[in-house]
Structures are given as structure tokens and as C-alpha cells.
T-cell receptor
Framework: DGGITQSPKYLFRKEGQNVTLSCEQNLNHDAMYWYRQDPGQGLRLIYY???????QKGDIAEGYSVSREKKESFPLTVTSAQKNPTAFYLC??????????????FGPGTRLTVL | GIQVEQSPPDLILQEGANSTLRCNFSDSVNNLQWFHQNPWGQLINLFYIPSGTKQNGRLSATTVATERYSLLYISSSQTTDSGVYFCAVEWTGTASKLTFGTGTRLQVTL
């Protein structure tokens, strides 16, 4: 059963703590992405990775970090430096960044709340 | 960067009605996708349509890249069509990055 999984579904964090959100895909996609969605808004790109061991900042990377050690996995760490981390986080993947055909598919998301 | 505007921002329909959602973008794009976000937050791919017309059941979409807009048509709407519809574009200036509009919130009533 191919797809993108994210865990946990809900996450609560105290101020000052770092948390890591998991994203795994078994679609054999090269490219993976992290987006943030605030209430009533569209999605904004945090980080993306076109290939293993390489990633680039998106539009709102400050206060976040990522790693891409395996093709299947692209975890996102929300650090204490992120001033307003409460949001809905969505992970996506596509077959290969930069190709003519590059449809992105999304996971179910993680809702992060900072208490 | 590229600007993506969707209209209308909100739409209320009775079941069975038809609707047209619009997406305008400010520059040339490589790709364009339409998504439906369900009440649980899941983004469902509707169309991958950088140009031309596609149909899938009661839904169809048309993108006129030279005039920088795309339309999503929903016919014979059902309550399960409720949710938020997003248009997202891949600007030619930033390969592989999707820029999202702010969405159209659709509510279909009985």
C-alpha cells in the first residue's frame, strides 16, 4: 500500500522544547517537501529535498531544521527558535524535482500545538 | 515571487448546483495543481493541469497558461464536495516549489 505517512497526528509541546515530526514515503520518490498551514491560509514551503543528503530552504525556513539521510524519510525539527510554531504541518513528495512532470502528493499532516 | 489569487473566497451551494472556481497567477508556470482539502486536513489531488482541459467524473478543469488562469468546474455538487479547494503553481523561476493560493471554501447544503 503505497503512500506518505506522517506521525504523530497530534503533537503538544511546551515552549522552549524542540520537537521532531516524522514523514515517510514508500513511493520511491526522489523529492520531498515540508509545508506549514495556518488557519484560513494556504500552504507555505518550509524546506525541500531533491535528493538524499541534500536539501534547500523554502520561504519560511527560520526556526526549522531537516535531514535527508534516507530516500524514504524526511524528518522536520521545530526548534525553540521558531516564534510561532502552532500550525498544521504537511509533508509531500514527488517523483523527481525539476522534471517536466512533477506532481506532488501529500501526507495526512501533523497538528502541532505549543502550550 | 509569483502571486496566486483564488476566487471566490467562500461559496455556499445547494446540493445539485454547479459552480466555477477561479485561479489567477501573475507569471509563467511550469505546472499547476488543484487540491481538495477535506475537513480532516488531508489534501486530495484533483488535477495536475499545466495547460488544457481535463475531466474526472463531476469535476473538470481548464488552464489557459498564456492568459494566466485556471478554472475548476464542479457539477451536480454533493455534500461530500464541501471543504477548501486550493490551486498551487510551480513558477518557472523556482523549479519544484509550489506556491499556493489562499483557497476557496465551499459548503454544500441539503
Amino acid at each position: 500500500d503505497g503512500g506518505i505517512t506522517q506521525s504523530p497526528k497530534y503533537l503538544f509541546r511546551k515552549e522552549g522544547q524542540n520537537v521532531t515530526l516524522s514523514c515517510e514515503q514508500n513511493l520511491n520518490h526522489d523529492a520531498m517537501y515540508w509545508y506549514r498551514q495556518d488557519p484560513g491560509q494556504g500552504l507555505r514551503l518550509i524546506y525541500y529535498s531533491q535528493i538524499v543528503n541534500d536539501f534547500q530552504k523554502g520561504d519560511i525556513a527560520e526556526g526549522y531544521s531537516v535531514s535527508r539521510e534516507k530516500k524514504e524519510s524526511f524528518p522536520l525539527t521545530v526548534t525553540s527558535a521558531q516564534k510561532n510554531p502552532t500550525a498544521f504541518y504537511l509533508c509531500a513528495s514527488s517523483i523527481e524535482s525539476g522534471r517536466v512532470y512533477n506532481e506532488q502528493f501529500f501526507g495526512p499532516g501533523t497538528r502541532l500545538t505549543v502550550l | 515571487g509569483i502571486q496566486v489569487e483564488q476566487s471566490p473566497p467562500d461559496l455556499i451551494l445547494q446540493e445539485g448546483a454547479n459552480s466555477t472556481l477561479r485561479c489567477n497567477f501573475s507569471d509563467s508556470v511550469n505546472n499547476l495543481q488543484w487540491f481538495h482539502q477535506n475537513p480532516w486536513g488531508q489534501l486530495i489531488n484533483l488535477f495536475y493541469i499545466p495547460s488544457g482541459t481535463k475531466q474526472n467524473g463531476r469535476l473538470s478543469a481548464t488552464t489557459v497558461a498564456t492568459e494566466r488562469y485556471s478554472l475548476l468546474y464542479i457539477s451536480s455538487s454533493q455534500t461530500t464536495d464541501s471543504g477548501v479547494y486550493f490551486c498551487a503553481v510551480e513558477w518557472t523561476g523556482t523549479a519544484s516549489k509550489l506556491t499556493f493560493g489562499t483557497g476557496t471554501r465551499l459548503q454544500v447544503t441539503l
